[in-house]
């Protein structure tokens, strides 16, 4: 089993800066796959940023070029910088990842707000 804890999250005006943590109960490079999911207030989740453990990364449309994920295999830790933020960067991030035989994990998530 495979456990997650996001933090980071919190109210940050249009333009400034958040940086989301997620932290793994298991060695990530054991792990197919990480991602950064969201899901806005009356929307359905979407996903923000994936990277595999071969390095490849996949971002959405409306965050590339301002957000970056990025992983510390000795800290078992993902990160989600989060720059130039947006009112409609508001959401509930969530942490999620895929391990070798294709079973999903989540972690409980972390709101995100943005005032403009």
């Known amino acids: 089993q495979v456990q997650l804890v996001e933090s980071g999250g919190g109210l940050v005006q249009a333009g400034g800066s958040l940086r989301l943590s997620c932290a793994f109960s298991?060695?990530?490079?054991?792990?197919?796959?990480m991602g950064w999911y969201r899901q806005p207030p009356g929307k359905q989740r979407e996903l923000v940023a994936s990277?595999?453990?071969?390095?490849?990364?996949n971002y959405a449309d409306s965050v590339k070029g301002r957000f970056t994920i990025s992983r510390d295999n000795a800290k078992n830790t993902v990160f989600l910088q989060m720059n130039n933020l947006k009112p409609e960067d508001t959401a509930v991030y969530y942490c999620?990842?895929?391990?070798?035989?294709?079973?999903?994990?989540w972690g409980q998530g972390t709101q995100v707000t943005v005032s403009s």
């Open positions: 298991v060695r990530i490079f054991r792990l197919n796959r």
């Open positions: 990277l595999t453990s071969g390095g490849s990364t």
């Open positions: 999620q990842s895929e391990d070798r035989i294709f079973r999903e994990y």
